[in-house]
């Protein structure tokens, strides 16, 4: 399990911030982009090259991806249509409407919407809770500089002379303490961070636990209490048992509550609180539970995994059947959703079903969805493959 304490010793800090680009931890998109370099660069640099022993003793791999371009599969990327998922359209006004309300301090119109989202429990397009994205959206801040960190405070300080009771602030005031700790922290190592921003760093997460603690006495309940309080688990090392009954509690709250299995799988890699095929025993357990949607959880579990894998199916012990049946159960469920047919074409090509992965392509034909792509000589890369079964 890794903690702060086992952080100030010199472990890397590059899953914290894959933590924070990818799961719940809201942050302006172009923030996105500079903490995924950020990401793969700290990655590169903190995991050890592999002895001559090693290389020995490993199992052959599987072929997979490899991602070797040439100049006829950069010219097909140049051609291809970006496209952008209609739901990640509603997601964005939804955004702009609830940071609006925020900055303008309609604390009623807030307080109303939160309500309305945990009784209604709707989804976007692409099924994920609207709820949940209300929270994203009250981090969604033009800046991340001092002067925006601290109006937004004081527009939580009047919410709460507004509504001392309020739910919907403390979970949104939870996420902002736990990125503000990770602003002071910074991205690199902990030798390198000065010991006053390492005082800085603990003394929000501190509060940020402080606020969590109080929602234990409220009446009402809300699942994406117990997700954004997973953060903090993870950057104060809590025990693990601890994270697990956040998890108990969140799907007690509401078990077809998807976003917090794949969060308790990044939870379970060996960086945190896992070893080897813990991730993979916790995804095949929770698709076995009806009441958490099955094998459509399952594909979404393994869909936010795969970005730590190189092929997912290669590389852990997730099986592509499963996945299969829970991207046809998603693709079924959410036609609306251009997400799903991107997501059969990328994984299916991972998991070798060449027929499965050429019928996505054709179907997607020449458009790109940079969400699931990343770059548009991977779809290309992947295409080709399901073509002609050559990399």
Sequence with gaps: MTSVHEAARGVCLAPALFSLFTMNIPIRRITRHVLLVACVVLSAACDPKPSSSDLSSA?????????????SERIEAAALIPIVDPAQH?????????????????????????????????LFEEGSWKLKVFYDALEERFSRGQDFWL?????????????????????????LLTNYAWDARGAGYARDVTEENHRIFQARLEQAAKVFAQTRDLKEK??????????????????????????????????????????????????????????EAYAEDASNRGEWLGDETYARMVMRMSSFHANIFRDSKASWPKTRKGLDILKAKYPASLEFPHQI???????????????????????????????????????????????
């Design 151 to 175: 109006t937004d405070i004081q527009t939580y300080e009047a919410w709460e002379k507004a509504y001392p009771d309020s739910l919907a602030r403390r979970i949104g005031l939870i996420n």
């Design 222 to 279: 809300d699942p994406c209490c117990q997700l954004v309080a997973m953060n903090i688990a993870l950057g104060q090392g809590w025990p693990k048992e601890h994270f697990e009954r956040l998890v108990a509690e969140a799907a007690a709250i509401a078990p077809e509550f998807w976003h917090i299995h794949p969060m308790r799988c990044y939870s379970l890699l060996p960086r945190w609180y896992g070893k080897d095929g813990d991730w």
């Design 59 to 71: 199992a052959p791999l599987k072929p997979g991806p490899v991602e070797h371009i040439d100049a």
């Design 90 to 122: 509603s997601i964005r006004r939804f955004e702009a409407e609830i940071r609006g309300a925020f900055d303008e301090r309609k604390f009623d119109v807030l307080e109303k919407i939160a309500a309305e989202l945990r009784t209604s429990k709707a």
């Design 345 to 391: 074409a990328r994984l299916a090509t991972m998991g070798q079903d060449q027929a499965l992965a050429k019928s996505a392509f054709d179907e997607i034909g020449d458009h790109f969805l940079e969400s699931v792509w990343r770059k548009p000589e991977r779809l290309v890369h992947f295409r080709t493959w399901a073509r002609t079964g050559q990399w």
